[in-house]
C-alpha cells in the first residue's frame, strides 16, 4: 500500500475491547508487521499520559495523540512535538459553573491527573491508575498544564449545549471536542484528533490523505473523515460508521489486524 505511510489507531474498544490492558497476540503481530514494512504507527486516543498506561511501551508504536489531540508525545524521544493547553483563566471560570451545578469531573496536566470531589475515580478506566491522580484543589500548588477536561453525565448532549452557550457568554477559549453516553469531554478550542494529526504530518512531511485510521466513537470521527483511509470498527457507533470509508470487524474479533492484512499492508 505505497500511497500510505502512517497508520494511527484509537485505543479502547479499538485496539482493547472496553476494560482489557492487554494487546492480543495477533494484535501485537500487526505493529511488529507494519514496522517492519516501514509504516509509522500512532496511537491517538482520548487517553492521556497516566491513564494510556502499557501501550505506550509498545516498542512498534512511534508517537502518541493524546487527551483526543490536545498533545503530541514522541516515544522515541520522550519529548512534547505539539501541545495546546486550556488557559487557566478559562478553568477557573468553568470550576466556578462546574461548582454551581454539582458536575462531576476530571483533568489532565502533564505532571498529575485531577478530579473533584464528586468524580467516580473508581470508575473501571480510572481504577488502575488512581495513584496518579490527586483532587483538583491541589492543581494551583503543583504549577501543572490542563489539557483536557472530562464530565461525567447522563445527559450529555444537553450538558454540552449549556456549556458551549455559557462558554460563548464568557469569551472562553473552550469547547466541547465530543460527546458519549457518559459524559462530554472539553478541550481548548480548534482542537480534535483530526487537528492532532495534521500538525503531526507537517511535522513529519505527510499528509492526512497518506494516513490510515481506526476507530469507533465519536471523538473519532473528524480523524476518519480526514485522513485517505478511516476505518470504523464494526462494533463502533453507527455515527461513526457512517462517516467512514470502510468497516471492519470488532475490536473482539481483531478487526484492524483482519483488514489491514486483508488491504495487502502486511501478509
Known sequence: MKNYKMIVFDIDGTLLPFGVDELTPRMKEMFRKLKKKKYINVLCSGRDIFTVGKQIDNPYVDYFVGANGTFILDLKTGEYVFEKTIEYKDFVKFREYAEKYN?????????????????NIDHWFYRPYKDKFISEKQF???NDKNYLITISSSTPHELALALT???????MDMWILAEWTGGIFI?????????????LGDFLG???KEMVAFGDSEND????????????????EDKTKNVANEICLPVTEDGPYFKLRDKGFFK
Open 165 to 171: 452557550d455559557f462558554f460563548n457568554e464568557n469569551d
Open 187 to 199: 478541550s481548548a478550542k480548534g482542537i480534535t484528533k483530526a487537528t492532532g494529526l495534521k500538525i
Open 221 to 236: 470521527n473528524e480523524m476518519l473523515k480526514e485522513v485517505g483511509l478511516g476505518i470504523a470498527m464494526g462494533n463502533g
Open 140 to 142: 494551583e500548588e503543583k
Open 206 to 208: 505527510i499528509s492526512l
Open 103 to 119: 458536575l462531576p469531573f476530571s483533568f489532565v496536566g502533564n505532571k498529575w491527573g485531577y478530579y473533584n470531589d464528586l468524580f
